[in-house]
């Protein structure tokens, strides 16, 4: 029982990815710990090879689709590392409850953003 | 002196890398909008692209946490991948059949649902 609604969860994870262009880790992750009984680190490490494979297939359909810009899309992967870098400094000098509420500050705010501009008459 | 362009890119690169540092995920939450707001992509071309590049970023992760630390269970992602990848061919389907705004409210939506998810402890 545990399993299938971990299938199910990681179902859902994958057409929230293929609709909104993300790897789907946020559903990964709790499917991973809640059901199969992963750690949390156990769990965010193999949510990343699932988001892996989730991508991969996902990008090869939109590419399919004609919305696939690969340039920007290596671009964007392969400086991604000194980003990586410069969170982990950050997450050890600041707060993490800090952390937590600022990006949720942030992320209200670019919803926001995108819903005024889907309010627009044409986008 | 490289261009505009090309700095945003080096910006969103490294600001989808902070997040997926800082909450151990893809990336893709920043990405989409940065590609949206800076570059003027449509939805479509934003959620496509920014796939393309959590591939990438999820590579060197899972490398680093497999290969460095062992904390992959690789069957069960496997296995788990199948639903997924199920999944997401069915997603970028229907993407193709609703309007680019829609898919802008549904991003806002889970930003939303992030926010809460973050304020409360």
């Known amino acids: 029982m545990d399993e299938l609604l971990a299938a199910l969860i990681a179902l859902l994870g994958g057409v929230a990815g293929g609709l909104v262009g993300v790897g789907g880790g946020v559903l990964f992750v709790p499917a991973l710990t809640v059901f199969l009984g992963l750690t949390q680190v156990e769990a965010e490490s193999t949510s990343l090879l699932m988001i892996v494979l989730v991508a991969l297939v996902g990008a090869a359909r939109q590419q399919g689709y004609g919305n696939l810009n690969l340039r920007d899309a290596v671009a964007i992967g392969v400086l991604s590392p000194f980003g990586v870098l410069i969170g982990v400094v950050i997450a050890n000098e600041v707060s993490q409850r800090a952390l937590e509420l600022s990006f949720a500050a942030l992320a209200l705010y670019v919803a926001y953003g995108l819903v005024r501009r889907a309010w627009r008459p044409q986008t | ?121």
């Open chain 2, 1 to 121: 002196m490289p261009s505009e362009r090309t700095l945003k890119l080096v910006a969103i690169g490294t600001l989808a890398g902070i997040f997926s540092g800082l909450f151990g995920v893809g990336g893709g939450t920043v990405i989409v909008p940065l590609l949206i707001f800076w570059f003027g992509y449509g939805e479509r071309l934003a959620t496509g692209t920014s796939l393309g590049a959590i591939v990438l970023i999820g590579l060197l992760g899972a490398l680093a946490q497999g290969g460095l630390y062992g904390n992959v269970h690789i069957a069960t992602g496997l296995l788990l991948s199948i639903p997924a990848i199920g999944g997401v061919v069915f997603g970028t389907a229907i993407q193709q059949r609703i309007p680019q705004r829609a898919v802008s409210l549904l991003f806002a939506a889970l930003l939303v649902a992030i926010a809460i998810q973050l304020i409360i402890p």
